[in-house]
């Protein structure tokens, strides 16, 4: 399975922007499915975004429109784009990977390879 490492978490007042990045291991091919999860103190993980090998989209309905899920270019697997960022959006934010998919899902059973979370803090 091929190893992935988060960066770019951090603290921000609510309404700023942070951009999140996953690297890999080794260089996906374009069929690799990709994903951006969450888990807050007390909650279970949810899925935030994912993207399939033909770069279709699909968001967590609380952060569509605020947030923007791209692949990246030989080991930079994808970048989580997150702008007018609210309280609620503070959560250990996890990158997922899988060597395929039949569309861009949100289920972490789907997903193979995990990185180990990088914290987002949005304050008041």
């Known amino acids: 399975q091929v190893h992935l490492e988060e960066s770019g978490g951090g603290s921000v007042q609510a309404g700023g922007s942070l951009r999140l990045s996953c690297a890999a291991s080794?260089?996906?091919?374009?069929?690799?499915?990709l994903a951006w999860f969450r888990q807050a103190p007390g909650k279970e993980r949810e899925g935030v975004a994912a993207?399939?090998?033909?770069?279709?989209?699909t968001y967590l309905p609380s952060v569509k429109g605020r947030f923007t899920i791209s692949k990246g270019n030989a080991n930079a697997a994808s970048y989580l784009q997150m702008n007018s960022l609210k309280p609620e959006d503070t959560a250990v934010y996890y990158c997922?990977?899988?060597?395929?998919?039949?569309?861009?899902?949100?289920?972490?059973?789907?997903?193979?390879?995990w990185g180990q979370g990088t914290q987002v803090t949005v304050s008041s």
């Open positions: 997922a990977a899988n060597r395929w998919c039949w569309s861009p899902r949100l289920t972490s059973s789907d997903y193979a390879s």
């Open positions: 080794e260089r996906l091919t374009s069929n690799y499915c």
């Open positions: 993207i399939d090998g033909s770069r279709r989209t």
